[in-house]
């Protein structure tokens, strides 16, 4: 929730005082923890956006990893997913999930 977000409040954490410890202050930004396939065909589908996936994701408040974002336009070129016109963009990215399925590569 947004509950810490947007005012100060208290929060509660049920867990061991060694764990608390262990754990970051913060989680990373789900930018630079998952992949990017999507993203990457989302920002090819927007009209009137110019500029690279790398370049935009640079202009994000906290950018993924530049070699992330090159795996994943190398993914999607090698599913094919990236030579449709950018008109095309949300059926090649119901197309890279098929293919994805096929072999086995769900997301956790």
């Given at each position: 929730?947004?509950?810490?977000?947007?005012?100060?409040?208290?929060?509660?954490?049920?867990?061991?005082?060694?764990?608390?410890?262990?754990?970051?202050?913060?989680?990373?930004?789900?930018?630079?923890?998952?992949?990017?396939?999507?993203?990457?065909?989302?920002?090819?589908?927007?009209?009137?956006?110019?500029?690279?996936?790398?370049?935009?994701?640079?202009?994000?408040?906290?950018?993924?990893?530049?070699?992330?974002v090159a795996r994943a336009v190398s993914d999607l070129r090698a599913?094919?997913?990236?030579?449709?016109?950018?008109?095309?963009?949300?059926?090649?990215?119901?197309?890279?999930?098929?293919?994805?399925?096929?072999?086995?590569?769900?997301?956790?």
């Amino acid at each position: 929730g947004r509950a810490g977000r947007v005012s100060p409040g208290v929060a509660v954490l049920l867990a061991t005082q060694r764990r608390a410890d262990a754990s970051p202050a913060h989680q990373a930004p789900e930018v630079q923890r998952t992949s990017l396939e999507q993203l990457v065909l989302r920002i090819r589908g927007l009209r009137g956006l110019e500029g690279s996936a790398g370049g935009i994701c640079r202009r994000l408040l906290e950018p993924p990893p530049d070699s992330a974002v090159a795996r994943a336009v190398s993914d999607l070129r090698a599913l094919g997913a990236l030579e449709a016109a950018p008109a095309r963009a949300p059926l090649a990215a119901v197309e890279w999930s098929a293919k994805r399925r096929r072999r086995g590569d769900e997301d956790d």
